[in-house]
Structure formats: C-alpha cells, structure tokens
C-alpha cells in the first residue's frame, strides 16, 4: 500500500463545473495536509494546506479532511480551462519534521 | 522577493559521471528540502536541511547520494557515478520554520539526463 494514494486520472470535467479531486494516506498519525498544483514542466505550487477535520475554503477552492477515514480532498468550484493541471496531495506524517509525502497526483482536464 | 533557485535548469552527463546539482533557498529560511520526481510520478523526498545540519536524510536512494548545506543557506546535491535511474527532475524547496505546518516553495528544478 502507498503511503499517499491518488488516482493519477485524467479526470475531465467542463468548464464551470465542480472538480473533485480525492487522496488517501496510510499513516493514521498524519499531520498535515497540502495541496499543490503543478503544470506541465513547471514546479509545484501551493494551493491549500488543511490540518483539522472539516472543510477550509479559499475562493474557488475548498480542501476537506476526514481523519478517521484519512481522506483529504479538495473541490475546485466553476472549474476554468487555467485550471487544467495536475493536482498532488502531500502528507505530512511526524510532527516533527517538514518531510513531505506526495502522491503521484491527479491530472485534471478542464473543457471549454 | 527572489523565489528558490536552482542551477543549472538541465544537467545531460554520461552513465559513471559525477555531478552537483545547486539549490538557493528564499532569504531567511531556515529550512531546505531536496526532492526527485520522474515522469508521471510526484516528488519523492531525499533529504532535509534544518540550518546547517541534515534533519532527516532518509530519501537518499544510495551512498552515492549526499548533500551538504555548510553555511545555513546555500545547499548542493552531489551524485556520484551516476546511473541511467537517476534520470529525473531533482526538485528543492525551502520554509521558513521547517515545521509540520510550515508551506514549502518549490524552485523550478534541474532536469538530469544520465546518458
């Protein structure tokens, strides 16, 4: 089992729908939780970070986190083709450290 | 103000080389991470730099991986005799504290090709 699991899509939704981006993580004593968003050829950038259960919204973004079931997800609301990338969600699993564990992440297609 | 810096962007050398890849954080963070991502994967961490000192080095794939950091700032990975697998983009990112909730800033990475 991977320590952070996503499924790698394309997931494709159009243009002004709601995108649903999922991640699971193995480590029940996880942290904190990011998600980056990364174009093509680019470096990852960040979008959100969630460290308490329930949800957090950023504009068109909102991350949920359920750590009994250790899910994380993020909604991305009235989806815009600029939003077509890939998507990881990354795991911090010590309290201790800044490592991060990512997952292999979600390639999201946004269609005019 | 300047984001992390790497150098060189692309690194092309042969199979048994030696190289050293160069990473320069944002000013004032304490902390420094070295990653590796190869196509269609996410980063995969090799180690972590918390001032000087190597935290947690638990991502390097072998020996002939290392990486210094001497002055708190600046930091090098260096491979040694390289292999075709280490292929891949060697990514770096500093914060400012090294925290579980600190946000890690990417640099825009040194692509390696092992020929």
């Known amino acids: 089992q991977k320590e952070v699991e996503q499924n790698s899509g394309p997931l494709s939704v159009p243009e002004g729908a709601i995108a649903s981006l999922n991640c699971t993580y193995s480590?029940?004593?996880?942290?904190?939780f990011f998600w980056y968003r990364q174009y093509s050829g680019k470096s990852p950038e960040l979008i959100m970070f969630i460290y308490s259960n329930g949800d957090k919204e950023d504009g068109r973004f909102t991350a949920q986190l359920n750590k009994a079931s250790q899910y994380v997800s993020l909604l991305i609301r009235d989806s815009q083709p600029s939003d077509s990338a890939t998507y990881l969600c990354?795991?911090?699993?010590?309290?201790?450290?800044?490592?991060?564990?990512f997952g292999q992440g979600t390639t999201l297609q946004v269609k005019p | 103000g300047a984001g992390v810096s790497q150098t060189p962007s692309n690194k092309v050398t042969e199979k048994g080389k030696y190289v050293e890849l160069r990473c320069d954080p944002i000013?004032?963070?304490?902390?420094l991470y070295w990653y590796r991502q190869s196509l269609g994967q996410g980063p995969e961490f090799l180690i972590y730099?918390?001032?000087?000192?190597?935290?947690?080095d638990s991502g390097l794939p072998n020996d002939r991986f290392f990486a210094v950091r001497p002055e708190g700032s600046v930091s090098t990975l260096k491979i040694q005799r390289t292999e075709r697998g280490d292929s891949a983009v060697y990514l770096c990112?500093?914060?400012?504290?090294?925290?579980?909730?600190?946000?890690?800033?990417f640099g825009p990475g040194t692509r390696l090709t092992v020929l």
């Open positions: 480590d029940r004593g996880s942290q904190s």
């Open positions: 990354a795991v911090n699993m010590r309290s201790n450290t800044g490592k991060l564990i």
């Open positions: 990112a500093s914060s400012l504290t090294g925290n579980s909730a600190d946000t890690q800033y």
């Open positions: 000013s004032g963070h304490t902390a």
């Open positions: 730099f918390q001032g000087t000192g190597a935290a947690d």
